[in-house]
């Protein structure tokens, strides 16, 4: 009971910890954001022992809101459901995968609300996620000019998440933490600082990854942070600088992206923008230093902040009717320039391409992905097609090629096509939950330091979802778990509330979930290492052992016998190979990739007879494949 009181009451231990766990969203974003099971597994068995731990000592129960748990309730279902696909799911080693992120994700909610009602700040919540990616931000900085060829692909920078937008998004979703640091009278002057110089970097870097979605989802986020923060004036002065850097850079970031599109010399346009990005970081930072040591002793009056700010929000509103009418001005009807835009976007036209990756409209397929989508869930509306199974149907199902795809590169239609009605009335509704629970607060006693925190989970949370719109972040957690953090600062408590330790039935309850969780990831976490061990080791009679581990481990991933089938054919094992793609096949009975690979082995063996079965099976799963449509071709000639 002594210890319970002491964590309850102290705020030190509490913020240490949702720090370390933010923090691990960074460390995650220099490993592909996290995107491979052995890079967010971890995290997830040390969510989830530290779940365990605060089961065991009766913090499950502590302080909580209504909101916070009705958020819990719904998002718990939602996992509860992924796991439940596995039934259903034709690739069950991918749903298996699918619903351990899921669950890391829910611990991650669970943990920040039990933290932040034991007192955590979300004061320095945020300031951990805006150091981040700013350390992030700057180590990619310096290194774009030496490591140019390992950075940036077809003149976009992919960085440290090895994906154009998710590097962006990674970014930026902690970009108005960092404006709300920097304009807080609470917060220190150096922090204020380092805030905005961080915001700088992140925002300099992320224009080098020419991310539309980006723009527009930052676009979006503006009016929500000055509506909902209250901090009209402080944001608009903390903007100031930012805005001032990109004015200077901008052009000649710009120009990196031009000079790889025209052959020109993007080393040497980086060589001499850099500086001035470091220049412009270090200003910003000096201002926003300057200003905290103004602040803690100049106070204006209340009633000269709220003109001030009310000018600020006229002029704002002013600027935008205005920059609408130049927009009708230039462009003409809005309606049919969005039709335009939309068509464009349809049939991926790239026209605007060569000045800037910002003026064109195209969709990179992403209208035949999100088509595919469409005709899972009308197909499944109930159930869905399985936790991360879309792959075999988008193949199957495109009408034109778009690449290769295994998600529909948007988070609606990815829950809607896969878990259907039920699981996306699961998901919106903690969604919906969780947007309800801050706007209800954002209306009641809130003191205008909550009110502004508040307004930065709402900005970061809008900037978040619409750029998962039209994304794949949900298997980047780098992204998604500061998204999940802010998410659940708007429901956990407010107020100081009184802690009461949980029973011991709570307890219990809550310890079972915890090693149920870790007996759920430990056995990916160990398959994804040895697989990535058979991949790395140049023995293949040593990858074979490691491949057969991890196969013992997790039995339904159709990776595992391909990567057995590939081994045996180094040490020319015939029959084993052909048996482990009949096994991945097996795994995996609704993509073509497995049919194919065996008819490959088949026509190298001289069976043109076996080949042709297997192809035109492969073909009747992927029937725009071209290299597919000559290979049987040429076999029935």
């Known amino acids: 009971m002594t210890l319970i009181k002491k964590l309850s009451n102290a705020r030190l231990a509490p913020t240490v910890a949702m720090i370390s766990i933010v923090l691990l969203a960074s460390w995650m974003a220099s490993s592909n954001g996290g995107y491979f099971t052995t890079a967010w597994a971890p995290v997830a068995l040390i969510l989830g022992v530290l779940f365990f731990a605060a089961s065991f000592f009766g913090l499950l129960g502590g302080a909580r809101s209504r909101w916070s748990t009705a958020a819990i309730a719904l998002f718990a279902a939602y996992v509860v459901w992924t796991l439940l696909s596995l039934l259903w799911s034709p690739n069950k ?22 933290f932040v009602g034991l007192g955590a700040s979300r004061r320095w919540i945020f300031a951990a996620s805006v150091i981040g990616p700013a350390v992030v931000a700057a180590l990619t900085l310096a290194k774009l000019v030496p490591h140019l060829g390992k950075l940036f692909e077809k003149g976009r920078l992919m960085g440290t998440v090895g994906y154009y937008n998710g590097e962006a998004a990674f970014l930026l979703i902690p970009f108005w933490a960092a404006i709300y640091l920097a304009g807080s009278r609470s917060v220190n002057p150096i922090l204020r600082g380092a805030a905005l110089a961080g915001s700088v970097l992140c925002l300099s870097v992320a224009v080098l990854s020419q991310s539309r979605g980006a723009m527009i989802a930052m676009a979006i986020s503006i009016p929500v942070f000055f509506i909902f923060s209250g901090q009209r004036l402080r944001g608009f002065i903390a903007l100031i600088p930012v805005v001032a850097a990109m004015f200077i850079t901008f052009p000649e970031l710009n120009a990196v992206y031009v000079a790889f599109l025209k052959d020109g010399n993007p080393a040497s346009t980086l060589g001499g923008i850099i500086p001035a990005v470091w ?17 803690r002793t100049l106070a204006p009056p209340v009633s000269v902040v709220r003109a001030v700010g009310g000018l600020v929000l006229a002029g704002g509103i002013v600027a935008l009717g205005l920059g609408a009418l130049a927009f009708h001005e230039r462009v003409g009807n809005p309606v049919s320039w969005s039709e335009q835009k939309w068509e464009a976007f349809k049939f991926n036209d790239t026209a605007g391409q060569e000045q800037s990756r910002y003026l064109s409209a195209s969709g990179h397929g992403r209208y035949t992905l999100w088509k595919v989508a469409r005709k899972d869930f009308v197909s499944h509306p109930l159930l869905g097609v399985g936790t991360q199974n879309y792959e075999a149907t988008y193949y199957r199902l495109r009408d034109r090629t778009a690449g290769n795809v295994l998600q529909p590169h948007s988070l609606p239609l990815e829950v809607l096509a896969e878990q259907g009605i039920v699981g996306g009335l699961l998901f919106f509704g903690f969604l919906s939950v969780c947007l309800a629970g801050g706007l209800w607060k954002r209306f009641g006693k809130l003191d ?5 925190q508040l307004g930065v989970a709402l900005a970061a949370v809008s900037y978040w979802f619409i750029h998962s719109s039209d994304e794949w972040f949900w298997q980047l957690p780098a ?15 407010w107020e100081p509330v009184e802690f009461f ?8 309850a809550g310890v079972l979930i915890a090693l149920s969780v870790i007996a759920i990831i430990t056995p990916l976490y160990a398959a994804g290492r040895y697989l990535h061990m058979s991949e790395t080791v140049k023995n293949p009679w040593m990858g074979l052992e490691y491949v057969e581990r991890a196969q013992r481990l997790d039995p339904v991933d159709p990776q595992l016998p391909e990567r057995e089938a590939i081994l045996t054919l180094k040490i020319g094992d015939t029959p084993r190979a052909e048996a482990a793609f009949r096994r991945e096949a097996h795994l995996n009975p609704d993509l073509y990739a497995p049919y194919q690979l065996l008819g490959s082995l088949y026509q190298h063996e001289g069976k043109p007879g076996k080949a042709r079965v297997l192809y035109r099976k492969a073909l009747s799963l992927n029937p725009l494949d071209r290299d597919l449509r000559k290979r049987l071709d040429r076999l029935e000639q």
């Open 93 to 114: 080693g991918a749903a298996w995968e699918g619903a351990g992120l899921a669950i890391l994700y829910l611990l991650v909610f669970w943990v920040t609300v039990i």
């Open 479 to 493: 992204i998604t778990m500061p998204a999940i953090v802010y998410l659940a600062t708007l429901v956990a408590p």
């Open 501 to 508: 330790p949980s029973r011991w039935p709570r307890r219990v």
């Open 448 to 452: 205008p330091e909550e009110k502004a």
């Open 279 to 295: 220049l412009s970081a270090a200003g910003a930072g000096l201002y926003g230093l300057l200003w905290g040591l103004v602040d």
